[in-house]
């Protein structure tokens, strides 16, 4: 698996480096100043001390400590950041603050929207229309129209004279309310701007934020907006809840190690990729935090330096990314999306750092601890509303309950006789305490001086019922608040569900979440260099193109190598290395391989017995010479055999005639052998000279049968026991695979196997064994039922009608399933639901076989039933191999040594 440090790509988009290269000439000035070298100053301000190891510490004293301070301060406060309360950076939120002041329900051009902004953010238009735009590709707050780049291609917006944009709905409910704004002044004190906007939502966590200040960063990462809602209100309820990132470019993330959002945790992200036909993969999503020229270069450079080998890349992606992957012929289409995701851009690692600014601080926090800010925050804005709602209607009711008094009483006829405006308020004073002991405050000058400024029309015109109707409407609205402000949480758990319902739809999570499995580069780097060997200098290597040629390799391979004289070496491809003389094999090395075994005959030393072994190699130290004899100088290998499934063979040993050996030529199965470990001194196979080793027959695998599981979560193939278990497989077993979309295939079971999302049939094949399947015929509009075998390994092919809407209904591996037909009710009559005996019903046809018709009446549901009772012919396992000697006797016939080992002759 490729280092995940080096799959972290920044992203170039933030706004803050188009900050820095917009910052006033005051701060450029602190800049050259904080970088003034020490050695080279004479004001004093600067001095030197060296510790204990030698080491230089140059301290910042005076003015420039203050100043480098104020300038870190600055960048992490008021450009790098966003708030906790709002989650907005300062440019952005003044941006959204000048869209309000402009709103009038029409687009403004971005250009002035820009320039308003600059009343309140100095920095440059260049700063300001970055954010702007980046803001308005997160699709939330701002309703754009024009040309505002692609994150899935990279393309930038157009000139901001030329897009436009205003704001959205949701930004209008969710964002401002200017009786409880935090008000504060602007950088020129003209002008008053929010310090923090009133957001009543998790704004930080559905966008997420980055930024990079002095001495520390921060990388929110964005979710979901129907996800957050929901554990919104769990957090209302009392109710756990977890959070995981969505990205708008959708892609594959591994959450595993998310660690919500803090420092230390990771995101492994894919690009989702799928094959299209044999030769052609096709990338339909990307990961996050790169685009699709991004991606495409990676791919060509891992095709330049050989790890991949692609034919051609086709850039399709306009509205949905679609980048078609053209192969070599021959090329595994499993094996390159893996290495895809080991050697490019297809798989990325996101470090998340939760930083955000509390009470002018920096403050390190998860995404749980932020939602719950956020949506305890959002309790008390809507608090504070209801209660600046209640005050508003009570001062409503109190005002038409005067001006009612004031009517119907005929208060203003006291006014005639005054002639002074104290004496007009004192009249109407008085004339209206009689009546007012049911209001609930007292009276004030200003609501006499309201009450007097109401036109002779509208009193002539008053209707005392209206007035009343409205009093009491204005009641039950009190009664509402109050109830509200009573019931807070319910009133705020009502409030997010309604904007789940307002702008929730089409909002769904984009990014599918999985664990996925490690991808080892060793299995899937291409092998585009060639392996050669001296076998008799004893050098190994790639630029040895004169001598032997080996295999293709990559230069991240290992090579096993043996020797004559029974030594064994591993090491790492190289242009040339020298091993040991008189190599007899030498192949690709994988450690984690137990099924190749090694069949070995030795002599001990120049003149001792030989001995025969059969053995695997696993752990081993690099560039170690290991002695696979018993020790004795001058042992030589007389035999040697490299099995990669554990065959054993059966050989024939010709001894040199010496003395009275009657029997010269024998035969010895490795089957008798048991695998031990390279160190094992091994068997005797006979205590006279060898003259000559033949092979009689070539061996079979004698390892047991390799289990193969299925893990869903990873969606592959592992012999490490994890997942439901498909069977014992020998070299020759395949397995099955069927798609909902009626595609099947047969193959062998790699590991490296990717499975499509629509598998809905993954098990042993058994080739006897017949599949029945009910499907709908598009063209006939007709249910077919059929039953057939698979004609052909290794190939996907169709086997129900290729019409567009043609759907496979159900169907079955058993041997004799069931079907069960339900039928609608058509003008209140109920057809009797129908079991179908799938065997009795159709024989076994071939595989394009159109089937035989179900029905010609309307279905509602096919069912699949309890198939019926079976019993398939016992497969019969080769019992297993006894040791024999020589004449092929039995265990009793077996000598041995005085050291307990079998004499084979």
């Known amino acids: 698996m490729k280092d995940e440090e080096d799959d972290i790509i920044p992203n170039q988009d933030d706004e803050n480096s188009a900050e820095e290269q917009s910052t006033d000439d005051s701060q450029e000035k602190e800049e050259e100043i904080i970088k003034v070298d020490a050695k080279n100053f004479e004001g004093g301000h600067f001095y030197d001390n060296t510790n204990d190891e030698g080491d230089t510490i140059t301290k910042v004293t005076g003015m420039y400590k203050d100043w480098f301070l104020d300038y870190a301060s600055y960048v992490i406060l008021e450009r790098a950041v966003p708030a906790i309360e709002d989650g907005f950076k300062p440019v952005q939120r003044r941006i959204m603050h000048s869209l309000k002041e402009l709103d009038d329900g029409r687009y403004n051009k971005v250009a002035n929207v820009v320039g308003h902004t600059m009343q309140y953010h100095p920095h440059g238009d260049a700063s300001i229309g970055d954010a702007m735009v980046q803001l308005g590709q997160k699709e939330l707050l701002i309703d754009c129209q024009g040309n505002w780049g692609n994150i899935l291609t990279g393309d930038s917006a157009a000139a901001s004279r030329y897009i436009e944009a205003r704001l959205s709905k949701f930004g209008l409910e969710v964002l401002y309310s200017p009786k409880i704004t935090d008000w504060g002044v602007s950088y020129d004190g003209r002008r008053a701007e929010p310090n923090n906007l009133p957001v009543k939502f998790p704004l930080l966590l559905a966008q997420g934020a980055e930024g990079i200040a002095v001495g520390l960063s921060t990388k929110v990462l964005p979710h979901n907006f129907i996800e957050l809602i ?48 044999k030769n052609t993969l096709v990338i339909t999503q990307i990961p996050f935090s790169t685009n699709t020229t991004t991606l495409i270069d990676s791919i060509l450079k891992a095709n330049e330096k050989g790890k991949i080998k692609v ?11 679609e980048i078609l992957i053209h192969m070599y012929p021959g090329i595994s289409p499993d094996k390159t999306i893996d290495a895809l995701y080991a050697f490019t851009a297809c798989e990325t690692s996101i470090a998340p750092l939760g930083c955000v600014i509390e009470d002018n601080k920096p403050l390190f926090i998860g995404v749980s601890e932020m939602l719950k800010i956020s949506t305890n925050r959002t309790v008390q804005l809507l608090k504070s509303e209801l209660e600046i709602q209640l005050k508003e209607l009570e001062e409503q009711w109190h005002f038409l309950s005067l001006e009612r008094i004031f009517i119907e009483n005929k208060v203003y006829r006291l006014i005639e006789e005054e ?167 030498i192949s690709i090395f994988d450690k984690s391989d137990k099924r190749t075994i090694y069949n070995l005959i030795y002599r001990d030393g120049k003149s001792g017995p ?245 029905t010609t009446d309307k279905v509602k549901q096919v069912n699949l039933l309890e198939s019926l009772q079976y019993e398939p012919p016992v497969e019969v396992v080769p019992e297993n191999l006894e040791v024999k000697d020589a004449h092929g006797g039995d265990d009793s016939d077996i000598q041995r040594d005085e050291d307990g080992q079998i004499i084979l002759f």
């Open 419 to 585: 002639t002074t405006r104290e004496g007009v308020i004192n009249a109407v004073d008085e004339g209206l305490k009689p009546h007012i002991k049911h209001l609930k405050r007292a009276i004030t000058e200003e609501d006499i001086l309201r009450l007097l400024e109401i036109k002779i029309m509208r009193i002539s015109r008053f209707d005392s019922n209206k007035a009343q109707d409205k009093i009491e409407a204005l009641e039950g609205n009190i009664e509402q608040v109050k109830h509200d402000l009573e019931h807070l949480i319910d009133f705020a758990i009502a409030y997010f569900l309604k904007l789940k319902e307002k702008y929730g739809k089409g909002r769904e999570r984009k990014t599918e979440l999985r664990v996925f499995d490690d991808i080892e580069a060793t299995k899937v780097i291409l092998r585009n260099t060639k392996l050669y060997v001296n076998k008799v200098e004893g050098f190994v290597g790639t630029s040895l193109k004169r001598d032997e040629y080996v295999t293709d390799c990559s230069d991240i391979d290992d090579v096993i190598v043996f020797m004559r004289d029974g030594s064994m070496m591993i090491t790492k491809v190289d242009a040339k290395t020298f091993v040991g003389k008189d190599i007899i094999h």
């Open 610 to 854: 030989s001995y025969i072994k059969r053995f695997n190699v696993t752990a081993v130290t690099r560039d170690k010479n290991y002695d696979l004899t018993n020790g004795t100088k001058g042992s030589q290998i007389l035999y040697f055999s490299h099995n990669p499934n554990g065959e054993a063979e059966v050989i024939t040993i010709l001894l040199r005639q010496i003395g009275s050996i009657k029997k010269l030529k024998f035969d010895i199965d490795f089957a008798s052998m048991a695998i031990k470990g390279r160190s094992s001194k091994g068997n005797i196979a006979s205590k006279y000279p060898i003259k000559k080793i033949e092979i009689k027959e070539k061996g079979i695998s004698t390892l047991l049968p390799r289990k193969v599981w299925y893990d869903e979560t990873v969606q592959r193939l592992n012999v490490d026991a994890r997942g439901e278990l498909l069977g014992e497989f020998r070299p020759n077993d395949k397995i099955l695979i069927i798609q909902q979309s009626g595609k099947l295939k047969v193959i062998t079971p790699e590991l490296t196997t990717h499975f499509d999302p629509d598998m809905i049939v993954l098990e042993k094949w058994i080739p006897k064994k017949p599949i029945s399947a009910i499907y709908f015929d598009g063209e006939k509009e007709r249910y077919y039922l059929k039953r057939f075998l698979v004609e052909t390994e290794n190939k996907e092919d169709i086997f129900i009608t290729e019409h567009a809407n043609s759907q496979l209904e159900i169907v079955s591996t058993d041997y004799r399933p069931v079907a069960e037909l339900i039928f609608p009710k058509i003008k209140g009559v109920q057809k009797e639901t129908i079991s179908v005996d799938v065997e009795a019903f159709i024989a076994v046809k071939g595989f394009k076989a159109l089937g035989n018709q179900l």
């Open 311 to 321: 034919k051609k890349i086709e850039d399709n992606t306009a509205a949905n990314v």
């Open 230 to 277: 929901d554990s919104s209100i769990k957090i209302l309820k009392g109710k756990p809840f977890t959070l995981y990132p969505d990205f708008l470019t959708e892609g594959i993330a591994d959450i595993s190690n998310y660690n919500d959002g803090l420092r230390g945790g990771r995101v492994r992200v894919r690009a989702k990729i799928a094959q299209l036909d």
